[in-house]
């Protein structure tokens, strides 16, 4: 493969010095930063919206339970009737009325209590209301039934049951959280690589065909290093612009918060002021540092390794597919009839590592998975962290190579006769043909 080197630098070369992708590498960051600006400022603004809650209440049992935040108020319409305190929500325009009726038991308030409102609540606010008359009823049931609610109060027992294998391996729900966050974010990139660059590739197989521009650079390469230089320089490409991407995104986001005054972090909803009250909790500073051992406690060197080596084996195996389909179709259009079996193992793998690997990760479904070759790059790389042997990765990753170098083979040779063809959509009966040329 003496011209591989050269076909790469050629293809890597024609990537970065395309006008499209030069401004989408620049633009790119700067929209996603637009973005989560604009997403933080409207959250905020959401959050920070007040509200007063107009109350009737018939039966006289919820006037303490109502307190005043910063952003609900809460007023009680008294002697009035119901149509008159709609009017008057209306006049003084309340975010709403929450109307309690008085039956023959007061305490039997199931179909007795109503919201009215101009236009549909917000959902959280609904549920906010409930709780309150919830808790607010049954504390004053449980009293009636000569029930001591501060006993019922101080009895309750938190239990958090620590874990530990039969080796002596302790960890903790924390682990497992840190563990499946590292599994799906790693999942999640490699089937977003693989649909961006793999995309690329196929595109860039059908421009150098139907500009006949193949037929020139055919006649002194083999069809196969074209393909493979295809997929390393497009690839290397990508990883180019990932990297000018998390540098322009770090200078943006300082030049933009210096620029415009924006503080991200002064940006809070009340769910995060409530989150650094909390953090100022001894008990909460406690499970912080169980968070870091548990980190510590991951098998590091090894997830680094797997996630290498799964990742580059997954995407050249679906690369060469990309490429493939590239190769026998005139126009992007046609490839829709091919994506679909290249999509299926991508998307069936997503969803067995978020539903099935977080049940059990060491289940049936889950372990035959992590070997099939079309989905072991996602499953695996889910699996790992809670704890795979080293037969089995070193397994799925010889199967994952094995298949890439036999998928490269039989895309190779649909690529050869495939840059040839014009003017025709090849069938699934074709196309086997074409690999017994």
């Given at each position: ?12 070369l024609?990537?970065?010095r ?5 401004i ?8 996603f ?9 409207l ?5 920070s919206?007040e509200?007063?809650i107009?109350?009737l209440d ?18 009680f ?11 008057l ?24 209590v109503?919201f009215?409102s ?6 959280t606010?609904?549920?906010a209301?409930?709780?309150?008359v ?5 504390q004053i049931?449980?009293q009636?039934?000569g ?10 027992v938190?239990?958090d049951i620590?874990q ?15 563990k499946?966050?590292?599994g799906?974010l790693?999942?999640?990139l490699?089937?977003m690589f ?7 590739i196929?595109?860039?197989?059908i421009?150098?065909?139907?500009s006949?521009i193949?037929e020139?650079?055919?006649?002194s ?24 991407w998390l ?5 943006a986001m300082?030049?933009?918060?210096a ?6 972090a ?10 650094n009250?909390?953090?100022?909790d001894?008990?909460v500073?406690g499970?912080?540092a169980n968070?870091?051992t548990?980190f510590?406690n991951?098998p ?15 995407y050249l195996?679906?690369?060469s597919?990309?490429a493939a ?6 126009n992007?259009?046609d490839?829709?009839?091919?994506m ?10 997503v969803?067995v ?23 072991s ?9 809670f704890g ?5 990765q ?5 199967l994952l ?6 998928t490269v ?8 006769v ?5 003017g ?6 074709e196309?086997?043909?074409w690999?017994?040329y």
């Amino acid at each position: 493969m003496n011209h591989l080197g050269l076909i790469i630098e050629r293809e890597y070369l024609t990537k970065v010095r395309n006008k499209a992708f030069i401004i989408m590498t620049i633009l790119s960051p700067l929209i996603f930063i637009a973005l989560i600006m604009v997403v933080a400022y409207l959250t905020n603004l959401n959050n920070s919206k007040e509200r007063t809650i107009s109350i009737l209440d018939e039966t006289g049992l919820l006037k303490d339970a109502f307190v005043n935040t910063d952003l609900e108020t809460y007023k009680f319409r008294e002697n009035v009737g119901l149509e008159n305190a709609k009017s008057l929500v209306k006049m003084d325009k309340d975010y709403g009325l929450l109307y309690v009726t008085k039956g023959n038991d007061s305490l039997e308030l199931t179909n007795g209590v109503v919201f009215y409102s101009e236009e549909t609540p917000s959902l959280t606010v609904i549920s906010a209301l409930e709780n309150i008359v919830e808790q607010k009823l049954t504390q004053i049931k449980m009293q009636r039934n000569g029930v001591d609610v501060s006993k019922i109060n101080n009895s309750r027992v938190r239990i958090d049951i620590d874990q530990e294998s039969f080796s002596g391996e302790t960890s903790s729900k924390l682990d497992n959280v840190l563990k499946l966050a590292f599994g799906g974010l790693s999942g999640y990139l490699l089937f977003m690589f693989i649909i961006i660059y793999g995309n690329m590739i196929m595109r860039s197989v059908i421009e150098e065909k139907t500009s006949r521009i193949i037929e020139i650079i055919i006649s002194s390469v083999k069809p196969i290093q074209l393909m493979m230089g295809k997929i390393i320089g497009t690839s290397l490409a990508g990883i180019t612009q990932f990297v000018i991407w998390l540098i322009l995104g770090g200078i943006a986001m300082i030049i933009v918060s210096a620029v415009f005054g924006i503080d991200l972090a002064a940006m809070q909803s009340p769910q995060q002021d409530l989150v650094n009250q909390a953090m100022q909790d001894p008990a909460v500073q406690g499970k912080i540092a169980n968070g870091m051992t548990a980190f510590f406690n991951l098998p590091i060197l090894n997830l680094i390794l797997a996630f290498v080596a799964f990742f580059l084996g997954g995407y050249l195996l679906y690369s060469s597919l990309y490429a493939a389909i590239g190769a026998a179709v005139d126009n992007e259009t046609d490839t829709q009839q091919f994506m679909m079996p290249i999509l299926v193992p991508l998307i069936l793998a997503v969803y067995v590592g978020a539903f099935t690997v977080i049940e059990d990760p060491h289940g049936t479904v889950s372990v035959v998975f992590s070997f099939i070759p079309l989905t072991s790059p996602v499953v695996m790389l889910m699996r790992i962290p809670f704890g795979v042997p080293v037969w089995q990765q070193l397994l799925s990753l010889a199967l994952l190579i094995g298949t890439f170098l036999l998928t490269v083979w039989f895309a190779a040779k649909i690529y050869r006769v495939g840059i040839l063809m014009y003017g025709k959509r090849p069938s699934y009966k074709e196309l086997f043909k074409w690999l017994k040329y």
